[in-house]
């Protein structure tokens, strides 16, 4: 089976979990599998530092881009993938055991998937979520302070120092990569019906070219 590998990327706040857990509703695990970047994060001690002491999360480095890409690339091989989830430092919380299983369609979520070579050159399909900056400013707030409890002047300077700098350089860099730009500064409905509507006949052909 060769699935199809769809790349999903935004700004911080820009709506990429809300999109990506409406097609895992919509889909069969067997049909579709989500593999997300959100899980190869670093440990905190290998984490590079600022000027003013603070952990930058925000950068390529953070990352393990080279197991993520090995994960990926083992899906597309048909192997099933384990990998412990990364808890964003919460000691209170003991990370449960992910399981990736191949599928027609591979969910491939992330900051860094464009801007990094080997796994840009894997996704059939491009995708980035566009919302305007003040708009994602206001959904990292909101989100920071209820989910991982950072005060407000935290959030604004690792969005100032960190957050911004990033998009620009590891997204919006790399627009002219997209294969389809999705604005999400209201909803996403109509986009969100079409990409449904595509996805399923990749699901449809890949499971042809299995049956055949």
């Known amino acids: 089976m060769k699935p199809y590998l769809i790349g999903i990327t935004g700004g911080s706040g820009s709506g990429k979990t809300t999109l990506l857990k409406r097609l895992?509703?919509?889909?069969?695990?067997?049909?579709?599998?989500?593999?997300?970047?959100?899980?190869?994060?670093?440990?905190i001690e290998e984490q590079q530092i600022d000027e003013q002491g603070v952990v930058n999360f925000d950068l390529p480095e953070a990352v393990n881009l080279d197991k993520f890409y090995?994960?990926?690339?083992?899906?597309?091989q048909g192997k099933i993938v384990e990998k412990l989830e990364y808890t964003f430092n919460n000691p209170q919380k003991t990370p449960d055991l992910l399981i990736f299983k191949p599928a027609p369609v591979i969910l491939v979520e992330g900051l860094f998937i464009f801007h990094y070579q080997p796994i840009r050159e894997l996704l059939n399909l491009k995708i980035i979520i566009d919302v305007e900056e003040h708009i994602r400013l206001?959904?990292?707030?909101?989100?920071?302070?209820?989910?991982?409890?950072?005060?407000?002047?935290?959030?604004?300077?690792?969005?100032?120092?960190?957050v911004s700098p990033s998009y620009k350089r590891y997204i919006a860099a790399y627009r002219y990569e997209a294969d389809l730009i999705i604005p999400n500064h209201h909803h996403f409905d109509n986009a969100f019906e079409v990409l449904c509507a595509f996805i399923e006949t990749k699901i449809q052909k890949v499971s042809q070219n299995i049956s055949q």
């Open 70 to 76: 090995e994960d990926i690339f083992q899906l597309c």
């Open 24 to 43: 895992l509703k919509q889909f069969k695990e067997t049909d579709v599998c989500l593999i997300s970047q959100d899980h190869y994060y670093k440990p």
């Open 138 to 162: 206001k959904r990292r707030i909101l989100r920071d302070n209820q989910e991982r409890g950072y005060d407000l002047h935290d959030v604004l300077y690792r969005y100032e120092k960190h």
